[in-house]
Structures are given as structure tokens and as C-alpha cells.
């Protein structure tokens, strides 16, 4: 019981990462544009939530300034896609790269330095809840977080006015725009909204789950947050099953190999969650809903031009 | 009230040279930019110049950095040369590092166990040399395969077999393969000799930039001269038209990443019989990722993408240099790359389009681009 309860907390906590990704990238999608810088996004995160914390010794401050970080850096993902038109693919990728040596460059000095971390806030009551309490409300403030943020999102994407227009934008920007939406600014705000929340979960990494900043610590997060935003079928509760799933599995390969008890190389342990992530695209390809991408916007990946129809 | 308007629209005249230009001009941007980075970051403008006097001298001299530069060119090109092919269809094999990976395995794996006792050098370094291919060939079959035929994204499930294949090579190297005599090392044990590929004449330049220059012409061939390449290219302009005009996309998928997987696998092939001679951590430097940039800068046309995988080349060389001689992290160099890749979509853009400032016509609604709505 007691390890259950470890493990399934451990799993939300190693989760959380990936939802912040994982939300920010479905709001970015859902206006139609497609964001493969995540990998690099998370790593800006992480490494200046890194260097605030350790400069002001705030970690509220520190995690704001990672979203600001974030926003900026997707913003040239927003103007290269959106002003320029350019191949969103081909900008996704360049923004990894550009992320993933940034925070190498900028974090070489602070390698092995520790900076203050969001400590454990045991909900008053809530926590106290068997099994419940331990495993959902017994972690640092951004779990709680990411938990108002799931609502926040489905709500905003769902109900509101701001939201549907979202939404149409990708799906048929031509007609949003003929009704009066400024197709551009909606995605502009979109892909920095993504861009911010992608870095907050990059700051979770360097602020929550360790209090250090490693090279490249996002470990391919990014991607699988990629992978989720399709699971999830680009909805924000389906997304907190999948990063928990997927933080799961995280969470049971690093136990696996602290305790030593399975004679597996750990080499092979971490194989998993990419293993994972495949094989769970295979088998949901089965699914009918899934392989007729039910959620996806129409108009992902497609530049919008008002002279251009296609 | 006058308002100013912009107006984006498709350029009509196009100029000789263009592609060159949009190329150079990107380089230099991304150059500018990472210069004022260095300039920020170290306080001195010394620095900046000293940086970019080592890494425009140093991996381009003979006696310098010349033959890296070339040895690491030769990947690069390989691999950048298999991507042209895929990308021309618009099909985003991300996976070419793992790839790699799985012909360098491959390799390691005959050299050391299967064809250890051959004794005939050039038979073995040819079944070798296949037997990546073929590693690397079938690496990319898998993507290819869930995306004919399941529609499964090939970015996430290629970049998810390149995790999957770095661990892969860890759990050889630091397990089962790694060599009893090297001090715990992650490595494998030296092939033997008679797997080594041959120098030319005492250059230090192995033969697999023949290997290379052969395989630009047939790239070249592929995509220019035969009906598979007409194809390719057909799906990537417009997939609709192909499909109506009864081109089958999955079997010129399958195809192309069948090509695209068999040259990155022969690279890492290469890499292992010619540099190393052994498996071990870190033989590549992300080549996979680089030659991306490689085929994009390069116009997917194979004989530019041999030049630009010179530079890159060089580029690499200079990086390492500079990692000596001026205490710079390696992830300047991915930072560059990042950089030079959004320098070339931002010129590909501005080259292609116009901005046209104009006054506002009230009477004209929609139909523009409009920055003030």
C-alpha cells in the first residue's frame, strides 16, 4: 500500500512536466499551428527558471520569469510560421536546436550549483483523504497548478468566446477571418501562450522535480509531449491521463534502477518511455476515432494567407 | 486618417542565383547574430573576432583542420543525401541519427563476431559496409511502415526510435560488447585490420568520400532522371494530384525512407570501419540532426548538399577547436545551427514575398493583409 501510493504520486510528479507541455501545445495546435519546438522550449525553461532562482532565491519569481523566457522564444517560432509563412516543420526543429544550445551555453556556469525548489505543501483536509490525499494533494504548489490549469484551459478552449474563436482559426481560418477574427493575432497569441506553459513545465524540471540544472535535462519530453497532444485527442483532461500515464512509466524506470532489485540494465530501463510512446501510438492506431484524428484541427501545420486560397 | 497597409505578396520575377543567395545570406545573418551573442556573453569584441578567425581558418587549412573537416563531411553528406530524397516529398525523417546508430551496430556487430575470421578485406569491408545499409534501411522501414499504413506521425515515431537506439548502443557498448581490455571504458574492442577501410594514399582521407561522390551522382540520377523521382516530387508538391493521377504514395514512402534510412545506416558504417575502428560512446556528434540543415541549406539538390556538408564539416571542426582554444561549450554549435536554420526560413520568405507598403483604401474590405485589424 504504501509503496502504491509512492509510485502513483511519483507518477503524477514526473507527469506533471509533460502536462504543462502537453496543454500548451494543445491551445497552440488548436489555432492551427503546428509547434515541434517543445524539446527546446522546456530546456529555456528549465534553464532560466534555473539561473532566476539561483539569482533572486525566489522560486515564484523564478518560474514566472521561465514563462516569460518561453513566450519570447516561441514568439520567433509565431513570427517565422505566422508573419512569415514559413515551413512550421523545418521553424519547430530550429527552435529545438536553437533551445537545446542556448541553455547549454548560458547553463555551463551553473552546472552543479543548487538553487532553492518549490517545497512539498500538504493540502489542509484534501491530504488527509486515504490513498486520494497522499497521491493528489500531497506535492509542491505547481501540481496544484497544473490541476487548475487543466479546468482552466478546457474551460477557456470550450466556453469561451476568446476560445471558440481559437478554435475556429484552426479549423477554417478563411471563414474565422470572414466572421471578423484577426486570424493572426489569434495565433500569435496561442503560440506564445504554448510557448510560456511549454516552459513552465521545463521549469518544473529545474525548480520542483530536482533543484539543479543538467544538460539537455528534458530527456526527450518535449517529443513525447508531442506524441500526448495526439493521444489526447487535443483535449486538456485527456492530457492529464496521458502525461500521468507517461509519468508512470518515468517514475518506475528510475525506481527500477534505484533499487537494483531487476537484474535489467538500466540502459534498457530507459528505453521505456520511448518504447512506450510507440507502441501506444500503434495500438490506439487501431482505434477508428484516433486514426481519423478526431480533435485535430483542420487547418494544423497550413500557413494562412488572405490571398492565397487554397 | 492615413493609414499604411502591408501588403505581402508572391514575387513574380525571380533572379539567377537566387537559391545561392537566399543560402549565403542566411549564413551570414545567423553569423551576425551569434557574433553579438558571443559579444553579450564574453564582454569583449576581441573574443567574437578571435572566435570567428579560428573557425573560418582553422577546419578549412591542410596541416590544420583540413582532413576532420573532410572525414566529417563525409557522413554529413551521406546522410544529408538520403534526406534530400525523403524531404522532396515532404516527409520528415527526423530519425536519421538513429539510423546511424543502427548501421554503426550493425558494423560493430560483424567486424567483431560474425565475419571476425574473414580474410579477404575487401569482401568483408563490403558485406560490412551492406550489412549497415541494410541496419539502417530497416530502422526506417518501421516509420515508414506505421505511416503508410497506420498514418502514424513519422516526426514523433522517428525521433522516439532515435531515443530508443542511443540506449540501444549504451547497453552494447557498456554491457555485453564492451571491451574486457579497455579499462571499463564504453567501448567495443578494435575490428580487425582487414575491416578497416583503406586511406587514400597516405592523406588520412579514407575511401568513403568515393562511397560519397558516387552516391551524389546516384541521388542525382534518382531524383532528377528516373519516374521514381518524378513521383517524389509530384507527392510533395501537391499529394492530392498524385493520388488522383494514381501514384501510390505508400510504395514511393516506403521507398524513400528505405533510401533515406540505408545511406544514414552506411554512414555510421563508415564512421565505425573508417575514423574509430571500434564502437564507442558519443561516435556521433548529432550527425543526423546536422546533415537536416545540411539538405535543407543545400535546396534538397545533391550537389550543393555536398558543399554545404563541407562547410558543416568544418563547422564541427571549428566548434571542437573552439571548444579548446576558447573554452566555449559544444552547444554553441547546436545553438548556430538553430540559428541558421531560422535565418534561412526568415530570407527563403522574404525573397519569395514582397512587402508592399500601401495607403489605406477604405472601400476595399478583406482581401489583404491588413495590419492594423
Redesign the interface.
Known amino acids: 500500500m504504501e509503496t502504491l501510493e509512492n509510485i502513483l504520486a511519483a507518477a503524477i510528479r514526473s507527469g506533471t512536466p509533460l502536462l504543462f507541455a502537453t496543454l500548451g501545445e494543445i491551445i497552440t495546435e488548436r489555432s492551427g499551428i503546428l509547434n515541434l519546438g517543445l524539446e527546446g522550449l522546456m530546456l529555456i525553461g528549465a534553464i532560466f527558471g534555473f539561473i532566476a532562482a539561483y539569482t533572486l532565491q525566489n522560486v515564484y519569481l523564478a518560474f514566472i520569469l521561465a514563462m516569460v523566457a518561453g513566450a519570447l522564444f516561441s514568439l520567433i517560432h509565431a513570427f517565422v510560421t505566422i508573419s512569415l509563412r514559413a515551413n512550421q516543420t523545418v521553424s519547430g526543429l530550429a527552435l529545438t536546436m536553437l533551445g537545446t544550445g542556448v541553455s547549454g551555453m548560458i547553463g555551463r556556469n551553473y552546472i552543479g550549483q543548487v538553487a532553492p525548489k518549490f517545497s512539498k505543501i500538504d493540502l489542509p483536509l484534501l491530504s488527509k483523504i486515504p490513498l486520494i490525499g497522499k497521491v493528489f494533494f500531497s506535492h509542491d504548489v505547481l501540481v496544484y497548478v497544473s490541476y487548475i490549469l487543466v479546468a482552466v484551459t478546457s474551460y477557456f478552449l470550450f466556453k469561451t468566446r476568446l476560445g471558440m474563436n481559437l478554435r475556429a482559426v484552426g479549423e477554417e481560418p478563411a471563414a474565422a477571418d470572414s466572421a471578423g477574427i484577426n486570424v493572426f493575432l489569434t495565433r500569435y497569441f496561442a503560440t506564445i501562450i504554448g510557448g510560456a506553459l511549454t516552459a513552465a513545465g521545463g521549469a518544473y524540471l529545474s525548480l520542483a522535480y530536482t533543484s539543479m540544472w543538467i544538460e539537455n535535462m528534458s530527456a526527450g519530453r518535449g517529443w513525447i509531449a508531442i506524441a500526448l497532444v495526439i493521444f489526447s485527442m487535443w483535449e486538456p483532461y485527456k492530457a492529464m491521463i496521458g502525461s500521468y500515464l507517461f509519468g508512470g512509466i518515468m517514475a518506475l524506470q528510475l525506481r527500477l534502477q534505484a533499487e537494483g532489485k531487476i537484474n535489467i540494465s538500466s540502459n534498457l530501463l530507459m528505453m521505456l518511455p520511448y518504447l512506450t510512446t510507440l507502441i501506444v501510438m500503434i495500438v490506439f492506431s487501431f482505434n477508428e476515432k484516433f486514426r481519423k484524428r478526431v480533435g485535430a484541427p483542420s487547418a494544423l501545420g497550413i500557413p494562412y494567407s488572405r490571398e492565397e486560397k487554397t | 486618417m492615413l493609414h499604411l497597409k502591408l501588403k ?3 514575387r513574380l520575377e525571380h533572379f539567377k542565383y537566387e537559391n545561392f543567395l537566399i543560402s549565403v545570406v542566411s549564413l551570414i545573418i545567423s553569423l551576425v547574430i551569434m557574433g553579438i551573442f558571443i559579444w553579450i ?1 564574453t564582454g569583449n569584441f576581441a573574443d567574437v573576432v578571435e572566435t570567428y578567425k579560428e573557425l573560418f581558418t582553422w577546419p578549412f587549412f591542410p596541416e590544420l583542420g583540413l582532413v576532420d573537416t573532410i572525414l566529417k563531411m563525409i557522413p554529413l553528406a551521406l546522410i544529408a543525401l538520403g534526406l534530400l530524397v525523403v524531404f522532396k516529398m515532404k516527409v ?1 525523417n ?1 530519425g536519421a541519427e538513429g539510423q546511424l546508430y543502427l548501421g554503426a551496430m550493425a558494423t560493430t556487430w560483424g567486424a567483431l563476431f560474425l565475419f571476425k575470421n574473414m580474410s579477404n578485406s575487401i569482401s568483408m569491408i563490403t558485406l560490412l559496409l551492406i550489412f549497415g545499409a541494410i541496419a539502417g534501411a530497416l530502422w526506417a522501414l518501421i516509420p515508414a511502415i ?1 505511416k503508410a499504413f ?4 513519422e ?3 522517428t ?3 532515435n ?2 537506439a542511443v ?2 548502443l ?2 552494447l557498448i ?2 555485453p560488447w564492451k571491451d574486457p581490455k579497455g579499462f571499463n571504458f564504453p567501448l567495443t574492442a578494435v575490428f580487425p585490420k582487414n575491416s578497416w577501410l583503406p586511406e587514400l594514399g597516405d592523406t588520412g582521407i579514407h575511401i568513403g568520400i568515393i562511397i560519397t561522390f558516387i552516391l551524389v551522382f546516384v541521388t542525382y540520377f534518382i531524383m532528377y532522371k528516373t519516374h521514381l523521382g518524378f513521383e517524389l516530387k509530384i507527392i510533395g508538391d501537391n499529394p492530392k494530384a498524385a493520388r488522383y493521377s494514381g501514384i501510390s504514395i505508400e510504395k514511393n514512402l516506403i521507398i524513400a525512407m528505405i533510401f533515406s534510412g540505408a545511406l544514414a545506416g552506411l554512414a555510421g558504417s563508415i564512421q565505425v570501419l573508417g575514423v574509430q575502428h571500434r564502437l564507442q560512446h558519443g561516435f556521433s556528434t548529432g550527425y543526423g ?1 546536422t546533415a ?2 545540411v539538405a ?1 541549406l543545400a535546396r534538397l539538390n545533391p550537389f550543393s548538399a555536398v558543399i554545404v556538408a563541407f562547410l558543416f564539416g568544418g563547422l564541427l571542426v571549428g566548434g571542437e577547436q573552439l571548444q579548446i582554444v576558447m573554452r ?12 541558421i ?2 535565418s534561412l ?2 530570407s ?3 525573397f519569395k ?1 514582397r512587402i508592399k507598403i500601401t495607403k489605406n483604401d477604405p472601400i476595399k474590405i ?4 491588413n495590419g492594423n ?1
Do not use: C, H, R
Open positions: 505581402i505578396e508572391k556573453n520528415w527526423i506505421l497506420l498514418k502514424l506521425d516526426i514523433v515515431t525521433l522516439m526510435l531515443y530508443i540506449y540501444w549504451n547497453y557498456y554491457g540532426y537536416i540543415i535543407w566555449f561549450p559544444i552547444s554553441m554549435i547546436s545553438a548556430l545551427q538553430g540559428l536554420l531560422f526560413l526568415a527563403e520568405a522574404i514575398y478583406g482581401g489583404e493583409f485589424t
